[in-house]
Each structure stands twice: as structure tokens, then as C-alpha cells.
């Protein structure tokens, strides 16, 4: 027989914590000071009627899976392969007592049902510069000391050669834009 790895008492200590207590009446709190333990170990063995450890083995063991709930299972998951194993265990547990999650899981998984349907990968495609492509940029601004508000950094930049072109305005309505873009594109070197 083999103890358990974290087992307190030996075979031959559990038969004599027993046998004190049902002979000569020993209490609990007595024999655990005796042999070094907890009075709650002690009550353990004291209430058992062997020394011998229990089982280790699962109480429920695992459910035979049939061909037939087997060929459910699968039907099921190719008619609908978004439902998870959950819903699918849901599904099929009237017809099927043994219907649970972890074992649709096996199921799906052995049959590489499992995987996500794939989407055809995008070409990534950069965005096309083009030679005369300005980006314009609005930055909000505290005012400046004295002034309430707020003020406007309006910013333009020619992506082909990087070059930039700013200015600081106390709106940004459209009108204000398009000044400051027909400025922008006298100073830009848009025909070089």
C-alpha cells in the first residue's frame, strides 16, 4: 500500500491513534500533542473505520462516447460551425444524456473542426503618395498670454518632398482653411 505524499501518520501510527481512542478513551486534542499533528487529523482518522487511505480515483468517471453521439456531434458543428461547444452539448443533451462540454470539445477537436473559417488575406497596399499629395493637419493651442480662447496651428505638408508650412489662426472655419491653403501653396514647391 502506498501513502499518500503529504500523509501525517504512518499506517502503523493511524491504527494506534484508533485504537487508543476506542480502547482507552484518549482524547483527540491528546493523541494530536502524542503524535505531533493537527487535532483535525487526528478526528480524520479517528472517524474512519481503516487506516488505509482513500481512493485518489475520480468518483465519475469519463463517459463512453458512442459512434452514433459521436456522428451527432460533428452533423451538428458542419451545419452550424459558429455554436461552441457549449451550445452545441445544449443542443444535443435531450437526445444524448452523456452531452457535455468537454467531451463535444474532444470531439470537434479530433476532427479539426475546431479552426475558424479563414478569410482570404488583404493585399496591403501602401497609400499612394502621389506627387502633389498634401496632407493639413489642426493642432488646438491654448491662447496666447493675455488673449481667451483657444487658437489654431494649421499645418500642410507636400508627402512627396516632406516640406511643411504652418500657421497660427484664432478659428478654423473653413474659410480660414482655404486661406491658409492658397498660401500654403504659393510657399509648397508643388512644380519643382
Known sequence: MQLHANAKLTLLQRKEVQR?????KVSVRKLAEQFHVTPRTIQDWVSRE????????????YTVVTDEYRAAVIAYRRENPKHGPIRIAAALCSEYPQANRSNVSRIIQSEGL????????????S?????????????TLPAVKGNKGRE????????????KYSEIRS??????????????LIELPLFS
Not at 487508543?20 to 482507552?24: D, F
Not at 481503516?50 to 468517471?61: E, G, I, R, Y
Not at 475546431?114 to 497596399?125: F, G, L, Q, S, V
Not at 478659428?171 to 500654403?184: G, M, P, Y
Open 20 to 24: 487508543l481512542h476506542k480502547e482507552k
Open 50 to 61: 481503516v487506516a488505509l487511505d482513500k481512493s485518489s480515483a475520480p468518483k465519475n468517471h
Open 114 to 125: 475546431t479552426a475558424k473559417p479563414t478569410k482570404p488575406k488583404r493585399e496591403r497596399r
Open 127 to 139: 497609400i499612394p503618395v502621389g506627387r502633389h499629395r498634401i496632407q493639413m493637419d489642426i493642432m
Open 152 to 163: 489654431y496651428k494649421i499645418t500642410l505638408i507636400h508627402l512627396a518632398t516632406r516640406v
Open 171 to 184: 478659428d478654423h472655419k473653413s474659410e480660414t482653411l482655404v486661406e491658409v491653403f492658397t498660401n500654403a
